[in-house]
């Protein structure tokens, strides 16, 4: 099998080429086609989300063997695993794809929307590749290689994250949209007040990288975030000195199956994880208790 520095320079490649292709329908390009929103039970779906998602998986598989790699991505895994997808692919190493992250934000023009190509062996994330088209970025790591910045000159700058360690000075980045009773109400008792919205996680986990916030949760409500959402960016954030784990300290696995990852999530430069991470069980189990 080829190196991680091999693969993850391929997926670096191919997300350029991704960005290309959401860049000409986010611009309108009359060549691009009709962007044909769809709004499906977990959200929309566009001409653009299709198009990049063939473009990666054939880009990808022309490359690579089939037979040493799985194939898990947001807009083919019900092909895959079947409707109930309670079954994870059988290779041991598996490319995790979200052709748009943040297809709300891609919609509805805030420039908010990323790219997500990574690759995980036994559940664990080992390359990633993070795309920001709008700010002509692209984040990427590699298992214990660091994580890394480049703009289209190519020329990389390694990332880490901030070394802000009191509570309360940590700022939050959160979502416009995506949020419930129960998460604003958590939100709202944790210590750290500073927030900051912006849209796709992709793009959230950037700007802890990028050292202008601190902290990203998730909690699932009726629906939760996916693998694809979660895979690639962890990589990023946990090779530039960050920690990402469930609320009780777990490491979050892919490809096991059932490709929502509930419960409570929390991104952070790592300063004050686990005290954060104790906080926010400690809040929800006062709020559930209500």
């Known amino acids: 099998m080829k190196k991680l520095d091999e693969l993850v320079n391929i997926a670096r490649s191919v997300a350029w080429g991704a960005a290309d292709i959401l860049q000409s329908y986010y611009r309108g390009d009359p060549n691009a086609g009709v962007l044909n929103v769809q709004e499906k039970k977990d959200g929309p779906v566009t001409a653009a989300d299709i198009a990049v998602n063939a473009y990666i998986l054939d880009q990808l ?42 297809t709300r934000d891609f919609i509805d023009k805030t420039g908010e929307y990323a790219i997500h190509i990574a690759l995980v062996c036994d559940g664990r994330p080992m390359a990633a590749v993070v795309a920001w088209p709008e700010a002509q970025k692209l984040y990427y790591a590699t298992k214990n290689g660091g994580a890394f910045v ?77 693998d694809w959402d979660l895979a690639a960016p962890e990589l990023i954030l946990t090779e530039a000195g960050g920690q990402f784990t469930h609320f009780d300290g777990t490491l979050l696995r892919y490809n096991q199956g059932d490709v929502n990852q ?29």
């Open 61 to 102: 598989q022309t490359v690579l063997d089939n037979q040493e790699f799985g194939y898990l991505s947001e807009e083919t895994y019900k092909f895959h695993l079947g409707e109930h997808g309670q079954s994870p692919l059988p290779q041991h190493w598996v490319w995790i794809i979200d052709p748009v992250d943040g």
């Open 150 to 226: 480049e703009n289209r000159d190519g020329l990389p700058r390694q990332l880490k994250v901030s070394q802000r360690s009191a509570i309360a000075d940590l700022s939050l980045v959160v979502s416009r949209t995506h949020r419930d009773e129960r998460f604003n109400k958590l939100l709202q008792q944790l210590p750290c007040q500073n927030q900051l919205a912006v849209g796709s996680i992709g793009c959230k986990i950037a700007t802890i990288v990028e050292q202008k916030a601190d902290v990203y949760i998730a909690l699932s409500g009726k629906s939760a975030p996916k």
């Open 262 to 290: 509930w419960g409570g999530l929390l991104a952070s430069n790592g300063h004050c994880h686990s005290e954060l991470c104790h906080k926010a069980q400690k809040i929800l189990a006062k709020i559930d208790s209500h």
